[in-house]
């Protein structure tokens, strides 16, 4: 656990006597105030997020800085509908929201939260997590957004809006320092180009040691180091508006170790050499191979919105991104392979490619009825490569460790193997989509909005890799999570017995939605709606997989969601109270599940059967007073396999039926509250504090006792001075007061969790300067 040093006791206590402070100062001279009204984009045209019938979070780029939030690992925190799944990657973390979301190694397949920056739909999960620079707002559309935002959004949205170029020439400057040697700085300079053009430009830095000691090489691992920028350039003319935008990122982490936190026997444990059993305590790792993800990311986007026939914009957005991931990892969480248990390592390549058009035209949105049509065209190619190399052997020459295990003698070609392989993985996929949604106000108080989207969709892939052979000898040869069989299967199990595996799927698709709202004043709106949602096939293109199970696509999920809704602002709006209750059901749910190969977890994704979704949220806002806001959320899910499908060798039902779906906890809130106040003509105080919460859950479907994730609770606060016209700010951060220890991913029931940099108690400060 990390240690309270003099900073941090001093930190805690400034904090809280400053906050008693700042609150005196409030009830002084209270002054009227009202929730800050946002604009959102969620149905692709500007509106007020309390006029828009679909349940949506927005945060604003000031609250995702003041509250620590730098990357969508953390978006949890504020929303509580939202959970995430951490894998050793990147390309293997997911977003889950309402307990629902997509858990897969394979490249042909796709999330089922999707992420959009600045109007580009990202081909895979792995690329929405790098760091959060220089954002307008983040918007959160829960439920399906398919008829709008195409298919890969059946359970949920991200949208990332980028800040643009200024009228005036203005420059920003930030930069942190965390307990454990973490430090970020972030810098952009925007400003006037010419008379219609403006132009930003942002750059950030950042880099940590890591919470986690390995002992084998005596370092803290699951750090990070991440630089990148992004350049905007905005035209704002009398009917037309640009955007080009071209931006760059680079992460080289050594995350995310696999921490055992359970006994894996007396010599097992004797082997790693420190205490074991401390569950998610466990802060100690003794692995020979360092995990590590790097990421390589850059894109190019144009927006260009073109005022049309006196009452209509015609927009085009056009955006190519290319994503590089490299993954090694360590398997088997030992300092070298004994007899009796194997080393296992893994290096890992993912490259995509993709490049999409959107051609949208809409219509005056202040009329009685309008409307907007659009075309979509999306293509990716993705590449993986992947190998895996295991030390095995039975039996050794060399003599017994003190710990009381045998280490296998490398030098001993007889009695230790090399079991290997490698596969070469190439996926080309294809989306075209024709859509339209439109909007009759009956009466100023009721309409009606309907929507359908064409969605075809043309995946191909081919995948090699040949029989496990022993890398000493080059003779077959398989081994823990090496097949001995090759990529297309062999013969007697229906498979070509080749080497390559291919196959393809097309398929057309008919989603939208359907919704009623009545508002009967201005500051109250309710709403219901129906929608359909659709997930496009995939097939199972991974290491391992072989022919004919993985030729064989995996369907379409098709999700049917119902949702009541109000929005409301009372008390001359200084309180805002949103609330949704839902139902959807995913019918042929593509879900990942673990299959032993060779006594080695590996991962299968398949059309897992029925699953439904059902609950509640609430979003407070209260403002009561000029500088004070109070916020709270709540989210009730019961998230739940309707019906599993029979086990497809023996015919036997499943006794996931009715279990939890993974991630998918129960209940999840926050309370917060954020202050500023003058406290002279120069100064000003600022004071924040969330309380967030997140219920038990389990990491994957159908997960057996002990491998749940407990309940936790995270507090975090801030407190900071600054000048009155807000030009500086100096802020001291606690992270995790209360020191809550968790785990973000639990399997092999505690042998491997993944502990994140918040399971400890740190303290940080933050200086940041303007030019205005």
């Known amino acids: 656990m990390l240690q309270i040093n003099a900073f941090g006791r001093t930190s805690a206590r400034l904090m809280l006597g400053a906050s008693v402070t700042a609150v005196a100062f409030g009830g002084a001279a209270p ?21 828009v019938p679909i349940a949506i979070t927005a945060i604003s780029g000031d609250r995702l800085a ?22 050793t990657t990147s390309a293997n973390s997911a977003i889950i929201m309402r307990g629902v979301g997509t858990i897969t190694f394979s490249v042909a397949a796709e999330p089922s939260v999707s992420t959009v920056v600045d109007g580009v739909v990202l081909s895979r999960s792995g690329q929405a997590f790098s760091d959060l620079l220089d954002i307008d707002r983040l918007e959160i559309l829960r439920g399906p957004q398919g008829t709008l935002f195409g298919k890969n959004a059946s359970a949920g949205l991200v949208s990332i809006i980028s800040k643009g170029g200024t009228e005036t020439l203005q420059a920003d400057l930030r930069a942190e320092y965390y307990e454990g040697d973490e430090y970020r700085v972030r810098g952009s300079v925007s400003g006037p180009l010419s008379e219609d053009w403006s132009a930003r430009m942002t750059g950030f ?24 920028a992004r350049g905007i350039v905005d035209y704002e003319g009398n009917t037309a508006r640009l955007r080009l935008i071209a931006d760059y990122f680079r992460a080289d982490d050594d995350c995310c170790a696999d921490v055992t936190g359970v ?75 004994v007899v009796g248990t194997a080393e296992l390592h893994d290096t890992g390549f993912v490259e995509t490619g993709q490049y999409s058009a959107e051609v949208r035209l809409a219509s005056d949105q202040t009329a009685a009825f309008f409307y907007q049509v659009g075309a979509f065209y999306w293509h990716s190619d993705n590449r993986q490569d992947f190998t895996r190399e295991d030390i095995v052997c039975a039996t050794s020459t060399l003599p017994v460790a003190p710990s009381g295990a045998t280490p296998c003698n490398l030098n001993d070609p007889v009695n230790t193997t090399y079991p290997t392989a490698t596969s070469a993985s190439d996926v080309n996929s294809t989306n075209y989509a024709l859509f339209g949604q439109a909007t009759y106000r009956f009466t100023d108080q009721f309409s009606l909005t309907g929507g359908l989207r064409w969605t075809r969709d ?16 080059g003779l077959p040869l398989s081994g823990p999570g090496v097949s001995g069989s090759p990529a297309g299967g062999t013969i007697a199990s229906g498979g070509n017995g080749t080497n390559t595996s291919a196959g393809s799927s097309t398929n057309n698709n008919i989603s939208g939605k359907a919704s009623v709202q009545f508002e009967p004043t201005e500051d109250l709106l309710l709403y219901a709606s129906y929608t359909r949602g659709y997930k496009g ?3 199972n293109v991974f290491f391992n997989h072989t022919a004919p199970n993985n030729a064989v696509p995996i369907d379409e999920e098709i999700s049917d969601a119902f949702e009541i809704g109000l929005k409301s602002q009372f008390w001359d709006r200084r309180i805002q109270v949103n609330t949704a209750i839902y139902q959807a059901t995913y019918d042929g749910f593509q879900a990942n599940n673990f299959i032993l ?20 949220e609430i979003d407070t806002i209260v403002a009561p007073v000029e500088g004070l806001t109070f916020r709270g959320s709540v989210a009730y899910a019961d998230a739940k396999v309707r019906e599993f499908n029979p086990n497809p060798v023996t015919g036997d039902p499943d006794a996931r039926n009715g279990t939890r779906l993974p ?7 926050n309370i917060g509250a954020d202050y500023e106040t003058e406290v002279s003509d120069a100064f000003k105080v600022y004071a924040s504090t969330i309380y967030s919460y997140t219920g038990s859950q389990f990491s994957d479907l159908g997960a057996a006792p002990g491998a749940g994730l407990e309940s936790y609770g995270i507090w975090n606060a801030s407190l900071g001075v600054g000048t009155a016209d807000d030009l500086y700010r100096l802020t001291l951060h606690a992270r995790n007061i209360t020191d809550k220890s968790y785990a973000l991913l639990n399997v092999g029931a505690g042998q491997r969790y993944q502990i994140p940099r918040d399971a400890d108690r740190y303290f940080g400060v933050t200086l940041s300067a303007k030019i205005r």
Do not use: C, M
């Open 663 to 669: 991630l998918a906890p129960k209940w999840s809130w």
């Open 458 to 473: 043309e995946l191909e892939y081919v995948h090699t890799r040949a029989p496990g052979v022993n890398a000493a000898t």
């Open 597 to 616: 190969l060779n006594g080695t977890t590996i991962t299968n994704l398949t059309n897992a059967g029925t699953v439904r979704t059902k609950g509640v």
């Open 205 to 228: 830095y950042g880099s940590y040691d890591g919470n986690i000691r390995n002992i084998f090489f005596d370092e803290d691992v699951n750090g990070y180091e991440h630089y990148g």
């Open 31 to 51: 002054a009227l105030a009202q929730v800050e009204e946002i604009v959102v984009t969620a149905q692709k045209v500007e509106e007020n997020i309390q006029d």
């Open 537 to 539: 096939p995939a097939f």
């Open 263 to 337: 006994s894996r026997g007396a010599v097992l444990d004797a082997e790693l050499g420190f205490p074991v059993a401390l569950g998610t305590d466990q802060r100690t790792v003794n692995h020979n191979l360092i995990t590590e993800t790097r990421d390589k990311q850059w894109s190019l986007t144009s927006n260009l919105d073109l005022d049309v026939f006196d009452t209509h914009t015609l927009s085009v957005i056009l955006g190519y991104r290319n994503w590089k991931n490299t993954e090694i990892r360590e398997g088997d969480f030992l300092p070298r392979a």
């Open 66 to 87: 003041e509250t620590g939030t730098i990357s969508l690992e953390n978006i949890g925190d504020l929303v509580p509908s939202v959970t995430f799944r951490k894998g």
